[in-house]
Nanobody, 127 residues
Framework: QVQLVESGGGLVQAGGSLRLSCAASGRTFSNYAMGWFRQAPGKEREFVAAISRSGGSTYYADSVKGRFTISRDNVKNTVYLQMNSLKPEDTGVYYC????????????????????WGQGTQVTVSS
């Protein structure tokens, strides 16, 4: 079992920034690739970003590329999502997720591939 707890959400004006954190516990964090997803009201959960076990590989949804940065600290067992130049369409509940991955295995970008999920943190961007 891996427990994930997100934090850092809140209300921000368009153009502002937020940094989300996701603290993991329970298993060896560095054995897991991590992802961030979001879900807006009435919409399906969508992929935002993913990062490999070591942090050496990352992947982003086109809608956030160049504005968001995913990173991880395997000593602190934490994954981050730095969100800059926020837009109202970035509003939603943001979830972090974990999946065990072999070294060199491709990043997971589909929600169904992830095994463990946090409870989510709300991000609201006002116009």
């Amino acid at each position: 079992q891996v427990q994930l707890v997100e934090s850092g959400g809140g209300l921000v004006q368009a153009g502002g920034s937020l940094r989300l954190s996701c603290a993991a516990s329970g298993r060896t964090f560095s054995n897991y690739a991590m992802g961030w997803f979001r879900q807006a009201p009435g919409k399906e959960r969508e992929f935002v970003a993913a990062i490999s076990r070591s942090g050496g590989s990352t992947y982003y949804a086109d809608s956030v590329k160049g504005r968001f940065t995913i990173s991880r600290d395997n000593v602190k067992n934490t994954v981050y999502l730095q969100m800059n130049s926020l837009k109202p369409e970035d509003t939603g509940v943001y979830y972090c997720a974990a999946v065990p991955r072999r070294i060199g295995q491709a990043l997971a970008v589909a929600a169904r591939q992830y095994i463990y999920w946090g409870q989510g943190t709300q991000v609201t961007v006002s116009s």
